[in-house]
């Protein structure tokens, strides 16, 4: 079965700074998406930024970018100009392919923005 | 921008009662799911279902739970005689078909179970 680990609980940042959230995964399939969503305190799923493994360029979405090693199985989210907005836990995720096509999480990350 | 809608948004129930959560996926979808979320714990698949069946389930859902489209908007996930356990926070995702498109998830319904 596909794990998700994120080794990091907790991260801080000062605003306008820049952070980067670790994500590591396991699995036997060589196509698969990966994904980042943010949960801000009114506990809403947010898509932040998604990935394609057949893909080997790394995805990007204005502030948001993401350093998929594929090798590694290592999926780790940059957040670039940190806002106090951005504040939220960041959970990845997996997605194989095939059968439901459900979503593997990982425990989460709770990040912290400071002024 | 469409929006999967879910329904209550909080709810409270006395433990062993049944309780009916209820999403409203895009309209265009064919793929909807179910997850819970503990609270303080990550997100946890509960089930899947296309073409009007269950296509996966986890170890979770078990006969204390069902799912139904009762007709062509709804899908709601029922739990029979809640226990304390229960109490989370359940997430409705739809997605509309095969390949890269990303899950939609509603903005839950936290059930509350005393």
């Known amino acids: 079965a596909q794990t998700v680990t994120q080794s990091q609980p907790e991260m801080s940042v000062q605003e306008a700074e820049t952070v980067t959230l670790s994500c590591t995964y396991d699995?036997?399939?060589?196509?698969?998406?990966l994904f980042w969503y943010k949960q801000p305190p009114s506990r809403q799923m947010i898509l932040v930024i998604r990935?394609?493994?057949?893909?080997?360029q790394n995805a990007t979405e204005n502030r948001f970018s993401v350093n998929f090693q594929k090798a590694a199985k290592s999926f780790s989210l940059k957040i670039s100009d940190s806002q106090l907005g951005d504040a939220a836990m960041y959970f990845c995720?997996?997605?194989?392919?095939?059968?439901?096509?459900?979503?593997?999480f990982g425990k989460g990350t709770k990040l912290t923005v400071n002024p | 921008e469409p929006e999967v809608t879910q329904t209550p948004s909080h709810q409270v129930t006395q433990m062993g009662q049944e309780v009916i959560l209820r999403c409203v996926p895009i309209?265009?979808?064919?793929?909807f799911y179910w997850y819970r979320q503990i609270l303080g714990q990550k997100v946890e698949f509960l089930v899947s279902?296309?073409?009007?069946?269950?296509?996966?389930k986890s170890e979770i859902f078990d006969d204390q739970f069902s799912v139904e489209r009762p007709d062509g908007s709804n899908f709601t996930l029922k739990i029979r005689s809640t226990k304390l356990e229960d109490s989370a926070m359940y997430f409705c995702?739809?997605?509309?078909?095969?390949?890269?498109?990303?899950?939609?998830f509603g903005d839950g319904t936290r059930l509350s179970i005393l």
């Open positions: 995702a739809s997605r509309p078909d095969r390949g890269n498109q990303p899950q939609h």
């Open positions: 699995t036997s399939e060589s196509d698969y998406y």
């Open positions: 990935q394609e493994a057949y893909k080997q």
């Open positions: 995720a997996y997605r194989g392919q095939g059968g439901s096509e459900k979503l593997v």
């Open positions: 309209s265009n979808h064919l793929y």
């Open positions: 279902f296309y073409n009007n069946e269950i296509s996966e």
